[in-house]
């Protein structure tokens, strides 16, 4: 009889995934606290992902948002969040599944989390390491690419 063992990586993804639900909820409950602030990227192609055909023409695979100065409406209900961010003068309604997010920096405090992309049993490939995030530097809206372990904060850190 074969023994069934843990898959830690999809036990600590899961866990770091309700981390991220904690620190979003209170920020839906009492607003940013200090100089806390967020980039998250997310994948704009996950299912259940909504956000307008003007921003997914734009950001066709995956998207960074941040969460500093302006931001509105968030919630947090379930496995997904909503937020309403200001994209060139234009509010723009985004809802996020917490499966499809990638990235969460918080840099006012050097914290970064990196998520896998695949959670499945077989996806657990330590040799497989894609590039850190990188942002376009055009807008406010920094647009990131595939990630890998580890998160350069220096990429999120003002000048």
Known sequence: ?????????????????????????????????????????FDTSHPGV??????????????????????????????????TLNFGDVPERLVIPFDAVRVFVDPSVEFGLRFDHHEGPDDDDPDEAPEPPETDGEDDTPESHAGGDVVRLDRFRRN
Do not use: C, K
């Open 50 to 83: 909504d956000v307008s055909p003007a921003l997914l023409q734009r950001y066709p695979s995956e998207m960074t948002i941040v969460l500093q100065d302006w931001f509105d409406d968030l919630a947090v209900a379930g496995d997904r969040f909503s937020v």
């Open 1 to 41: 009889m074969a023994s069934r063992g843990f898959n830690y990586g999809q036990l600590m993804q899961r866990a770091l995934r309700g981390l991220l639900v904690e620190v979003l909820t209170e920020v839906a409950q009492n607003g940013l606290p200090g100089e806390h602030h967020f980039f998250i990227t």
